[in-house]
């Protein structure tokens, strides 16, 4: 399950020209569910974008924040399109994102599960399915991407490697204290 999590001033959804959602400040989340996500990753992805700490603390200091910490406003939008694979050729590739009924089900669920651990009424969605015209104003900009599976970015070799130089960066920054 992937999202792209975005801090807001305010964003909407319309479907035929009509607003049908709307928030103010807070974060748009764009979520897409691949076809072998589970409970599992709404649980991860719930609760990461919950907490997650984008925003400033009345002194300003940035980062110190959570969307709940402060109040906000969440406006999730199911997005298929994550999860596609465009490593070979120009047409994208949807083969990752989970099919329709399975996937409204489980965008149900992850739905719910926002709304169990923050406030129901400050959780909105687009439609799912449909085609929606998005807007937002992008409060920084901070943008994120979060995936529950974290192993598909996880032992390449060039990840290794700077994995390698940042563990030896850490054990000499150690000595020299």
């Known amino acids: ?39 599992a990753d709404v649980e991860i992805l719930s609760n990461k974008i919950l907490s997650l700490r984008v925003f400033s603390d009345p002194a300003g200091a940035m980062w110190k924040k959570s969307v709940k910490d402060i109040d906000g406003d969440v406006l999730c939008v199911s997005q298929f399109t994550l999860l596609a694979n465009t490593a070979k050729g120009n047409k994208p590739d949807f083969h990752r994102a989970m099919a329709t009924e399975p996937s409204r089900q489980l965008y149900a669920s992850f739905l719910e599960r926002i709304r169990q651990l923050y406030r129901p009424e400050k959780v909105q969605d687009g439609r799912f399915g449909a085609m929606m015209d998005v807007r937002l104003t992008n409060e920084g900009p901070v943008t994120f991407t979060l995936d529950s599976r974290k192993f598909e970015y996880i032992d390449s070799p060039m990840n290794a490697a700077a994995k390698a130089k940042d563990a030896e960066d850490g054990r000499k920054v150690a000595s020299e204290k």
């Open 1 to 39: 399950m992937r999202a792209v999590v975005q801090r807001v001033s305010s964003a909407s959804v319309s479907v035929d020209s009509e607003v049908i959602t709307s928030i103010s400040r807070g974060l748009m989340v764009l979520v897409g569910i691949g076809r072998d996500d589970t409970a």
